[in-house]
Nanobody, 121 residues
Framework: QVQLVESGGGLVQAGGSLRLSCAASGRTFSRYVMGWFRQAPGKEREFVAAISWSGDKTIYVSSVKGRFTTSRDNAKNTVYLQMSRLKTEDTAVYYC??????????????WGQGTQVTVSS
């Protein structure tokens, strides 16, 4: 089992940047595909990005391609989401998740508690 804790959320103006971090407990972090999701008020949770076990593969939802980058540091048990050129529509609670499935997973086994990102105009 793994526990996930996100951090780095906050309030930022449109066009600005934020970096989210997700720290995982345990010694098997490198066995998990890591994903990022978000949920805006009144909307369903949406996939944002995922990164493979070694970090050599990534995928993104089209709305964030070219603006968001996910990376991981297996030595630190941490996955990151660098968000640039933020838009008001990026406002949401952002969650990281871990999957034991194959690439690219449809299901995730563990979830963090989420961190709020608010982008003001």
């Amino acid at each position: 089992q793994v526990q996930l804790v996100e951090s780095g959320g906050g309030l930022v103006q449109a066009g600005g940047s934020l970096r989210l971090s997700c720290a995982a407990s345990g010694r098997t972090f490198s066995r998990y595909v890591m994903g990022w999701f978000r949920q805006a008020p009144g909307k369903e949770r949406e996939f944002v990005a995922a990164i493979s076990w070694s970090g050599d593969k990534t995928i993104y939802v089209s709305s964030v391609k070219g603006r968001f980058t996910t990376s991981r540091d297996n030595a630190k048990n941490t996955v990151y989401l660098q968000m640039s050129r933020l838009k008001t529509e990026d406002t949401a609670v952002y969650y990281c998740a871990a999957s034991l499935g194959s690439w690219a997973p449809y299901e995730y086994d563990y979830w963090g508690q989420g961190t709020q990102v608010t982008v003001s105009s």
